[in-house]
């Protein structure tokens, strides 16, 4: 352990990364309550992977990869909106279609490289050690905005969460209000791939929000609880991955899912224990 403290203060790559780790913890975890409250989880595993065609354009055309995923996730998340309110196709067949031909495009574009595409692994599953001083600008603007828009407009997002018509009846601006929340959600997926990669964030989305709901029913408490859930399981699963040399994102996933175990049997026993 104390050689992992001395290496992250002499290395700017390992400090870089306990920062990210540190950041999306609070962005996934707050933006996941948001995203588990409304049910559209798969809609953010759609997002997630459209993403993935936005990644194999740019790294064709040697673009930024971070804004060609970020312009394909924030198409993706505003069409299937727009698509499920216009009643012109259900949510989750727009998010399925969007879902494979994002994949598609990507392995398309990645298969059209010159060379063997070397970075697909990364972007896939997450590579930490590559977060930079840009990516990580980029996650602290975004985790103070979150942080910042939680606190300002959280009975807003409340009503918008739980009743739509009375949200409107308040004056809030409800549809623009959900195309904000899909731009938002996107640009979490993209600034977090990195740390945990386009097939396992999803987890780091839901996971913490889902603990956290199972020992309080209150929205406030879920998403502050679904940051503190999500910032010590991805720090747990960076030094994890760094003392024993394993993917880092693999690591988060299992510390997450021994954690709802965990929380689901004590639950239960409680339960057990009452009823009797």
């Known amino acids: 352990m104390e050689s992992i403290i001395y290496d992250i203060f002499a290395y700017d790559f390992l ?7 540190i950041l999306s913890g609070i962005t996934c ?3 996941g309550s948001y995203v588990v409250a409304r049910r559209m989880v798969f809609l953010c595993g759609g997002i997630t992977h459209a993403s993935f065609g936005g990644l194999g354009i740019a790294l064709y055309a040697g673009a930024n990869p971070v804004i060609g995923a970020l312009s394909f996730a924030a198409l993706s998340s505003l069409g299937i909106e727009f698509a499920s309110r216009r009643g012109r196709m259900r949510e989750d067949s727009a998010t399925g279609i969007i879902w494979s031909v994002g994949m598609a495009t ?3 574009f990645m298969s059209l490289r010159p060379g063997y595409a070397t970075d697909l692994t990364s972007y896939l599953f997450g590579n930490i050690l590559l977060v930079d001083s840009n990516d990580i600008i980029y996650l602290s603007w975004l985790t103070l905005f979150i942080v910042v828009g939680a606190i300002v407009w959280l009975r807003k997002l409340m009503y918008m969460i739980f009743d739509e018509e009375y949200a409107r009846s308040q004056g809030v601006w409800a549809v623009a209000s959900s195309y904000v929340m899909a731009i938002v959600i996107a640009i979490t997926i ?3 791939i990195k740390v945990m990669g386009i097939i396992l964030l999803l987890a780091l989305l839901t996971m913490p929000a889902v603990i956290s709901n199972t020992f309080t029913k209150d929205y406030r408490y879920i ?3 679904s940051a503190v859930i999500g910032v010590v399981a991805t720090i747990a699963g960076f030094v994890f991955s760094y003392i024993y040399d394993l993917p880092t ?8 899912t021994g954690a709802l175990i965990c ?3 004590l639950t239960l026993y409680r339960k057990t224990i009452v009823n009797r």
Not at 249 to 256: A, K, R, T, V, Y
Request: proline residues 0%; charged residues 5%; hydrophobic residues 65%.
């Open 15 to 21: 400090r870089n990364a306990l920062i990210a780790c």
């Open 29 to 31: 975890g707050i933006v």
């Open 106 to 108: 990507g392995a398309l």
């Open 190 to 192: 993209v600034l977090s």
């Open 223 to 225: 998403a502050f609880w």
């Open 249 to 256: 994102g693999s690591c988060i996933i299992f510390i997450l």
């Open 263 to 265: 929380v689901k049997v």
